[in-house]
């Protein structure tokens, strides 16, 4: 089975204070992708990666970057977290072609 | 703008009937198509996907393409209360990075 773990399933965290949020698979997946989930808006894609050290916008970038320096490692940082933040975090991953898992998610609050 | 669309719902449906969901999307480049279960304050689940036009079964469920009409349809056949959730639609086009368009998704309730 796929495996995706996210580091924290509850977290709560300040406003303007620099967030981490850690995503790893064990299926050696070459596509990793980091959403956020909000009541009335769907799922909406922040940045996806295809490869190590690659990067790309997904719909709603602003005030998001990620990180992948190893393949099963896909980090999403919040540079200073706003309260309009404070949202459902996943993480998927999957291989070309192929469907994408997710992780049991972040919930995450900006105080 | 590629879009993905679904009822929101809810759908009601008594225990052991057939529940059938419905999407259609914009792009008609779409190459896959895939059907995610949510629970409540879970992550979403992949349950079914379809490649080619018509009927894919799999234990309870059946998914229906469409490619020329730009609809996918899911079947949950002697639907039981625990089949109630949210179910998301999801879209491939042909895009290199795997990128999904997601609709979003119709709540079930399943009445005992």
């Known amino acids: 089975d796929v495996k995706v773990t996210q580091s924290s399933r509850y977290l709560v965290k300040r406003t303007g204070e620099k967030v981490f949020l850690e995503c790893v698979q064990d299926m050696d997946h070459e596509n990793m992708f980091w959403y956020r989930q909000d009541p009335g808006l769907g799922l909406r894609l922040i940045y996806f990666?295809?490869?190590?050290?690659?990067?790309e916008k997904g719909d709603i970038p602003e005030g998001y970057s990620v990180s992948r320096e190893k393949k099963e490692r896909f980090s999403l940082i919040l540079e200073s977290a706003s309260t309009n933040q404070t949202s459902m975090y996943l993480c998927?991953?999957?291989?070309?072609?192929?469907?994408?898992?997710f992780g049991d998610g972040t919930r995450l609050s900006i105080l | 703008q590629k879009e993905v669309e679904q009822n929101s719902g809810p759908l009601s449906v008594p225990e052991g009937a057939i529940a059938s969901l419905n999407c259609t999307y914009s792009?008609?480049?779409?190459?896959?198509f895939f059907w995610y279960r949510q629970y409540s304050g879970k992550s979403p689940e992949l349950i079914m996907f379809?490649?080619?036009?018509g009927d894919k079964e799999d234990g309870r469920f059946t998914a229906q393409l469409n490619k020329a009409s730009q609809y996918v349809s899911l079947l949950i056949r002697d639907s039981q209360p625990s089949d109630s959730a949210t179910y998301l639609c999801a879209v491939r086009g042909n895009n290199a990075g795997n990128m999904l368009t997601f609709g979003g998704g119709t709540r079930l309730m399943v009445k005992p």
């Open positions: 990666s295809y490869d190590v050290k690659m990067k």
């Open positions: 792009d008609r480049g779409s190459q896959s």
């Open positions: 998927a991953s999957s291989s070309p072609l192929e469907p994408q898992h």
């Open positions: 379809i490649y080619s036009n």
